[in-house]
Every structure is written in structure tokens, then in C-alpha cells.
């Protein structure tokens, strides 16, 4: 059986594609392959997104924001972008999810909360179907 791969993207792959892969990992626990990138990368990830997964028992503090690549998505299954735009390269054959979710950018943990809560129950979702 192989196993399902699975690429998150959003613009700095600081916020919310970090929280998704980290999610994701967290509780496929090896059943899935994650990965997530930027179109156009951060230099770090969000310190309150660091701050509000650490809150879960989830460590992100030593990720780092990767660079979106054609190689990335064509291995992926499943790719899963959240306000990447046009800049997210299509490929056939691939499925596509666009999540709508508020960017954390700029935002205090109080309000980074319900966003990580929303992509979490987004995650948990998607992984019941993929392991279904």
C-alpha cells in the first residue's frame, strides 16, 4: 500500500501551511507524508504560530519556511494551498484543495487560535479520508 503525500502551500509557508504540515504529521503518525512550501518563502516561521502549536504539545520552532517547487508538487497526492494564488503551479492528474483560511500574518495568538482550531479540524478531516 502506498502511502498518501500530501503538499500544503500558502504565499511564506510561515503560518498556515506550517500549522497544517505540523497537524497533519502530528496525527497521521507515519500513515501520511506531509510537506509544505512558500511561493514566495519567509525567512522564519511566525513566532506566534510557533507559540500556539507549542500550546498543542507540537513543536515547529526548529521549521523553516521552503521554497515551492514543481518537484514538491508532483510528488504530492494531494496538494492543499490557502491563499497561494496563481502562483501554484497545476498539474493533471493532481487534487487540488483551496482552503480558506484566515492568514495569521501580523495577528496576536489570541487571534492565530481559531485559525489553527479551523485548520485542524480541516486536517483531521482530510486524513479520515485518506486512510479510510
Not at 508532483?74 to 493533471?92: L, N, S
Request: aromatic letters at 4%; glycine letters at 6%.
Amino acid at each position: 500500500m502506498n502511502t498518501p503525500e500530501v503538499l500544503f502551500v500558502c504565499v511564506h509557508n510561515a503560518g498556515r501551511s506550517q500549522m497544517a504540515a505540523a497537524l497533519l504529521h502530528h496525527h497521521a503518525a507515519g500513515r501520511v507524508a506531509v510537506r509544505s512550501a512558500g511561493s514566495a518563502p519567509a525567512n522564519e516561521v511566525n513566532p506566534a504560530v510557533v507559540a500556539v502549536m507549542s500550546e498543542l504539545g507540537i513543536d515547529v520552532s526548529r521549521e523553516f519556511p521552503k521554497s515551492l517547487t514543481t518537484d514538491a508538487v508532483e510528488a504530492a497526492d494531494v496538494v492543499i494551498t490557502m491563499g497561494c494564488g496563481d502562483a501554484c503551479p497545476i498539474f493533471p492528474g493532481k487534487r487540488y484543495l483551496d482552503w480558506k483560511v484566515d492568514d495569521p500574518a501580523g495577528r496576536p495568538a489570541e487571534q492565530i487560535r481559531p485559525i489553527r482550531d479551523e485548520i485542524d479540524r480541516r486536517v483531521r478531516a482530510l486524513l479520515a479520508e485518506l486512510i479510510a
